[in-house]
């Protein structure tokens, strides 16, 4: 007893000395002339403010996504009796692909790009950093809970969402709680405490197999799928909503005409497979009945320079323009217009980014992963200052701050999922490949990259000093994630469906993920303090 409380007294008296002694700063060095008490809420709030910008960025890269996936492919069918042709138009994504290589992996772009900086301003040391890891943990905890804690009470009073496809989620939720796992069993069983090339890359390598197994479950291979047939689905799979956007002063019809196609006609990112087992795929819109000859219209357009620099001006147009409705309260136009500008720095810089309608979406979409990137570098910088000027654990932060604000793009598109859609399909689909994406990639690619130099550099495998508090998070988390699916399991044998319901059942259920989240923060955040 005696020895746990001098412990604890230590981490104390390490913390206090690193919150008198901290001298760097983050922009100017003027910095170290302030209180360390003012110099943490400055830090906290540009920490927020860069989270704010995440969720600026995300309505760029969802809607550059929009048209990558829904980029289709003609196809020219010969009837073998009668010789008669017959074109249609399929998608050139599988969508459960898509919902894991581009939904998932995108909303998660933010803790992979913080992990991955972390492990390359760590180069050349033998011990991993711990930001990284910490995030994507803490992300895990924060996708399972409070994001399905949403999620189950966003349909409306008495509205009912179930899983339609049981043998991809399956295999998703298979793959996911594997991923953690496999996890624990690199930190304490097979090299305790240390990370070896072969351990790194074998985690990154999982990535492709779970790709693999998803894409043999959505197909239905023989012998490599789960005997599960998929529900009965309407044929308007996203419910059709008015969305007249007009582009003035866009200076030429050509640009109107695309403008207007794609702002009637996009098609929802969170959709899933269609039913019909031919490997064709259900139109999403109703405007897509007529698809073929629609698209062929739009292709036939050609999209020159003064074409892409007016919808680029556009942009930055519409990043400027302030909207109000004119029955508007004079206090909650006050309150839009003091968030407009709080959201102006960021929206005019994301401007800068491509339209989206060039080249099917993808150079948005690149350039978007590109700006999520830059905000991930401040965001480790920033943590690195909070952490030396209050002595607070870098674990800490990440398991908490960190983990809310770069899994935001995560919340959002969960949440957009389970109003737009009629089914829980991609709502919980995110959430689960989410996870999958954050081991596999968020932290096999950066202990791939610090294992395979020191590796040659010095024929040594990357040490994790805090293996033990990690550890202890994946008991935790594993625990608490078990009693989360027993919710969602008892939810479809009850209701007959995960998110919805009885609203005070519905309520109720929100308010249990988010009690098991504040487990898993504080018994984490606990034992990395060395308090448990």
Sequence with gaps: MATLHSNNLTVFVDAALAHQKCGDYLVFRSETYLGNELRAAMYFMGLAYCFIGLSAITDRFFRSMENVVKQTRKVVVIDPLTKVETVRYEKVWNYAIADIALLAFGTSFPQISLATIDAIRNLGSLNAGGLGPGTLVGSAAFDLFPIHAVCVVVPKAG????????????????????????????????????????ESSLTVLQYGLLLLNAYAQDMRWPYLSLPFSRSERPEEWVPEEASPCKHENLGEDSVDSVADYEDRNIVDIFSIHGDNETGTYQALSSDEVAESNIEQVVRNIKVDNATILSLWKQQFVDALMFEHKKLEGIFLRSVRFIWFLLLLPWRFMFAFVPPYRIAHGWIAFTCSLLFISSIAFIVTKITDMISCVTGLNPYVIAFTALAAGTSWPDLVASKIAAERQTTADSAIANITCSNSVNIYVGIGIPWLIDTTYNYFAYHEPLRIESAEGLSFSLLVFFCTSVGCISVLVLRRLVFGAELGGPRIWAWITSGYFMLLWLIFVTLSSLKVSGLL
């Design 159 to 198: 509205e009912l969402k179930k899983i339609s496809d049981i043998g991809v989620w399956l295999v998703e939720l298979f793959w996911s709680f594997w991923a953690y796992i496999w996890l624990y069993i690199i930190l304490k069983v097979w090299t305790p405490n240390v990370v070896t090339l072969l």
